[in-house]
DNA sequence: CCCGTTACTCACCGATTGGTGACAGCGGGG
DNA sequence: CCCCGCTGTCACCAATCGGTGAGTAACGGG
């Protein structure tokens, strides 16, 4: 009887999830795949382990090891997956494109990659895990993470040239970290530096900030 | 004879540590935040508990559950001796404080707190935890560091008006955003967004790159 | 000298972690 | 048909975690 009432819990006839899988290895790997980045997303990476992933996946965390050679290989899988960050990320019309300046150029991205950031909670979490740690693990997803980013910079840019006489490369990277820290802050804490990061109103005036500065460098 | 065996490991009659604290209260306690401090600044947040706490500290944890009821009164202790950070980090003399406008005010401020983070790992991972998790623990102590650094802001300050027309606020966050996250990439995998802030030139570029930001909103 | 308070240590608890070896069940190829 | 391989499950391991209760050793006042 011990069984039968096990039965009725672990078997989900008309249950939550829609069906059960049944020996489809490409569909556990997935399913191993999604509970990851969701529980990563979710979680962030402090809780991140095999055994909490295999809880999610709905599986033996004994097929993590086998389909993906344990965490770092999932980890792996996970920055692989990153690379469609960028493609998912880019609106077709760019407005129109007409993009008369530099200056035009970073103010719009700055704003995307700002946007971006505050709606994808796993990019946010990778952000955070990469400055919190310094693993192989985190090293290698933090380059994928990096490599995308830099590509969808890249593809939005387009052949727009930086004006001379600026170090762009080093402004945009202090633009960049800005927009990152406030993201990140705002997430966690819903402020930052006293500024209150909650409201619609309150991301405008960061952003009207966030304007400014750039045109102020880029005229 | 086993007792003789651990005596012998145990106290360490010349051994690296100096002295044996016998029965000192205070000693103890001390210790037990010094061991807090320096195992957070050095191993992050990741590995920081109970047990790790009392091992480096050389003592039981039933210490820390009694002097300062468990890691949660340990970490607020932390964040009280944050306090101290203020006037630690104030030079006496500001540059004679000639400082003529806003504008100088904070770029001058800007840098210095690009290098006191710089060279605080404490500090540090204070950020980074407060960045990564959002417990009551990292909320207080997140509150006592931010209030420790407005504090030193207004020091700093003076009694310099921002200008009219400018969210100064709102620029300032993300001005100090920057830095923040800069230090903390810096610290956590040498680069920010695809710059590299290993040697003292990349830094000075990271520098006029911020400098010339600032000097752009402010004038 | 004794005795109570204080400072401190030790042994243990249940829970959870990452990791591994053994086993069960289905399916396809010989 | 049988058997082998693939998919998946289970039971177990040592280590570590936070947390607690009981016990020991030094100190100081009477």
Redesign the pocket.
């Given at each position: 009887m011990l069984n039968e009432a096990i039965n009725l819990e672990?078997l989900p006839e008309a249950a939550g999830e829609p069906e059960r899988?049944?020996?489809?290895?490409g569909?556990?790997?997935r399913a191993i795949l999604a509970a990851a980045k969701g529980l990563l997303a979710e979680q962030g990476f402090q809780?991140?382990?095999?055994?909490?992933v295999a809880?999610r996946a709905?599986?033996?965390?004994?097929?993590i090891?086998?389909?993906y050679g344990?965490?770092d290989g999932l980890v792996e899988a996970i920055g692989a997956d990153l690379g469609t960050w960028v493609k998912d990320r880019i609106p077709e019309d760019t407005g129109g494109m007409f993009l008369l300046t530099y200056g035009d150029l970073m103010e719009r991205l700055s704003l995307l990659l700002l946007d971006a950031l505050r709606d994808d909670p796993l990019m946010r979490r990778i952000l955070a895990w990469e400055i919190s740690e310094n693993t192989e693990q985190v090293r290698r997803l933090s380059e994928a993470r990096s490599k995308a980013l830099a590509l969808w910079l890249e593809r939005m840019r387009g052949s727009l040239a930086p004006p001379k006489g600026v170090d762009a490369a080093a402004v945009n990277a202090v633009v960049i970290a800005a927009i990152q820290h406030l993201v990140l802050a705002a997430a966690a804490g819903g402020q930052c530096a006293g500024l209150s990061l909650k409201t619609s109103k309150d991301w405008e005036k960061a952003a009207t900030a966030l304007k400014r500065i750039v045109r102020g460098v880029y005229g």
């Open positions: 672990i899988r049944v020996r489809d290895r569909a556990t790997e809780n991140f382990g095999i055994n909490a809880r709905g599986c033996d965390k004994q097929l090891y086998r389909y344990g965490l």
